[in-house]
Nanobody
Framework: VQLQASGGGLVQAGGSLRLSCATS????????MGWYRQAPGKQRELVAS???????TYADSGKGRFTISSDNAKGTAYLQMNSLKPEDTAVYYC??????????WGQGTQVTVSS
């Protein structure tokens, strides 16, 4: 199973980006999909996640600005990021958990927000 993240780039503060995560390979059943990020010198942190039932969770830093969505049948997830801030600069990793207890990570996509 491989996860391919895309959509990162350089954007000015206040701008928007939409990250996409595509899954290849055989997965019995996706339980959760989501996005983590890691800024230089900082620990990886959860940005947003979504369960197979559609329940979403957001880090406080992204509430009201970020929206996660997914299509479990296709194994895809998206993160719409609006009103981006310089502190959102990080490598963003897509992630999923699958039945019974598997976890997969994508390779990361760089998001850089200039002030």
């Amino acid at each position: 199973v491989q996860l391919q993240a895309s959509g990162g780039g350089l954007v000015q503060a206040g701008g928007s980006l939409r990250l996409s995560c595509a899954t290849s390979g055989r997965i019995l059943r996706i339980n959760n999909m989501g996005w983590y990020r890691q800024a230089p010198g900082k620990q990886r942190e959860l940005v947003a996640s979504i369960t197979s039932g559609g329940t979403t969770t957001y880090a406080d830093s992204g509430k009201g600005r970020f929206t996660i969505s997914s299509d479990n049948a296709k194994g895809t997830a998206y993160l719409q990021m609006n009103s981006l801030k310089p502190e959102d600069t990080a490598v963003y990793y897509c992630w999923l958990t699958a039945f019974p207890r598997s976890t997969y990570w994508g390779q990361g996509t760089q998001v850089t927000v200039s002030s």
